[in-house]
């Protein structure tokens, strides 16, 4: 998802309680959902909201139950009705009960097209563990929060030292107030629970668009419900391991892969000092983060300027204020504003819960010491960063084995993927493409940024050929690669 939708999702998660919004009387149960007003923070024109209520553990299906907050945007034709659209913007972290609003134009420059728009029911969630769907959190301290995703260690000792941080955020994750929820936020059991929204809403098959980590989650459900699928778009791959260890360390390619673009801009683009070459810009970005690790500005230290160029970087919208930021920061002047993102607690709470608890990650500081000299070198930019060790080395086990993608379905899965994407590297989305085998189609596009389809994406090719399949059914016979579009 690019950063500027990004914001407003995490800022959508807010603290209130759906069941207090709804009423106890609108509550819904399995045999009948209730639908009704949205949370005041999703509350976008046509969208209504309602909650369905899991099991904790799907191995004790009759024990603890979770609300899982679902919204609908209804079909816009109903006599072109044909079922439904389940939806998951990425994250982990995220939730999605906005998202289908969003989709249907509010804030979005390129809405879904009205023929999908009739055709489907468009369907929201808050995954489990986030938002209005039972919040995990690990109460995270400001000072944690601030060091978002990519911790940039100077060296080995600085790998040592932030080993004992995340030491502390794992331990205060399993010895929260939410702990006993902790083994049980997984993407196998978010897709296990899309299936029981499945069988809510009354649906004998799901249509589905996910983005980023909303293609893992597709992935994983299309692998253990194949019959229960229908028309599977993923937008922005992850490899089949989903958000693993070599997904996290792949980000210092994609920000290798995606940063020319941005080079190229802000050379054009002189009025921000940044250099009149797509070299010089490379270099001030090395001066930059030197700078600011010995003597930070305005509380943006190397690391965290590190962060937020990655960030600004899933979008081509994104790349002004970037450049004004960089310019802030290289004269000492006021950086441009940005609205702080609601609950970050749980939104960071809920991205630990998944990714450490979907795979097995090192443990040992020396190995991630010996990754970080390694991807330091071969990714100056973020490499250091993205091979650090997080909370993921101190995590419990994992209670279930991952979900292995292969080849076994039906063949209703369209993959779209830009070439020079910083979150999701185009190799990734290649390694799922060919674990799907013959039930996938990919089409690849010669544009940077993360998210090929629609809002912030203006390649036709690629956005015709993703539609068409939605509204269609039908898929490019073969894999496709999409040119390179002007604007």
Not at 179 to 192: C, E, F, G, S, V
Not at 357 to 376: E, F, I, L, M, N
Not at 395 to 421: A, C, T
Request: with cysteine; charged share 20%.
């Amino acid at each position: 998802m690019r950063k500027t939708l990004s914001v407003v999702l995490v800022s959508a998660v807010a603290a209130m309680s759906l069941v207090s919004v709804l009423g106890a009387s609108q509550a819904t149960a399995q045999s009948g959902l209730t639908w009704g007003p949205c949370p005041a923070d999703s509350a976008l024109p046509g969208l209504e909201c309602t909650t369905v209520q899991v099991p904790l553990d799907y191995r004790k299906p009759q024990g603890r139950q979770l609300d899982v907050a679902v919204s609908r945007l209804l079909s816009k034709d109903p006599s072109q009705r044909r079922g439904v659209l389940v939806t998951n913007p990425g994250g982990p972290g995220a939730g999605g009960l906005i998202y289908p609003g969003l989709l249907a134009g509010n804030l979005s420059p390129q809405p879904l097209p009205r023929s999908v728009q009739d055709q489907y029911d468009v369907i929201g969630f808050d995954p489990r563990g986030v938002g209005h769907s039972s919040p995990v959190t690990c109460d995270l301290t400001p000072e944690q929060i601030a060091r978002r995703n990519l911790w940039y260690p100077a060296d080995a000792a600085g790998v040592r030292k932030d080993a004992e941080i995340a030491k502390a955020m794992a331990r205060q994750c399993a010895t929260s107030e939410t702990a006993a929820l902790l083994p049980h936020i997984t993407t196998a059991n978010t897709a296990r629970d899309m299936d029981r929204i499945r069988e809510a809403l009354g649906e004998p098959k799901i249509s589905y668009l996910g983005v980023s980590y909303g293609t893992y989650l597709g992935a994983v459900y299309t692998t253990m419900f194949p019959q229960r699928s229908d028309r599977f778009v993923l937008d922005s791959n992850l490899g089949p391991g989903g958000y693993d260890l070599t997904a996290m360390r792949r980000v210092g390619r994609g920000l290798e892969d995606r940063f020319p673009d941005f080079a190229k801009f802000a050379a054009a683009n002189p009025q921000y000092g940044l250099g009149t070459t797509p070299k010089q810009v490379r270099a001030k970005f090395i001066d930059l983060a030197a700078r600011l690790e010995k003597s930070p500005v305005q509380g943006v230290d190397g690391s965290l300027f590190r962060g937020i160029t990655f960030d600004h970087l899933f979008s081509d919208v994104s790349m002004p204020t970037l450049a004004a930021v960089w310019k802030a920061l290289d004269t000492n002047q006021p950086m441009p504003p940005e609205p702080p993102p609601a609950n970050v607690d749980n939104a960071v709470s809920g991205r630990l819960h998944v990714i450490c608890g979907d795979s097995k990650w090192p443990s040992s500081v020396r190995d991630y010491q010996r990754a970080v000299a390694v991807h330091r070198v071969k990714y100056p930019l973020v490499g250091a960063a993205a091979a650090n060790i997080g909370p993921c080395a101190f995590w419990p086990s994992p209670v279930e084995r991952p979900v292995r993608i292969g080849d076994r379905g039906p063949s209703n899965v369209l993959m779209v993927q830009n070439v020079r994407d910083p979150g999701t590297p185009l190799v990734g989305a290649r390694e799922l493409r060919n674990a799907f085998g013959a039930r996938a189609r990919m089409v690849t596009v010669d544009q940077g940024g993360h998210g090929a389809y629609l809002l912030f994406a203006k390649n036709m090719c690629a956005n015709n050929t993703v539609t068409a399949f939605l509204t269609t059914g039908q898929r490019p016979r073969h894999d496709v690669t999409c040119a390179a579009e002007a604007g």
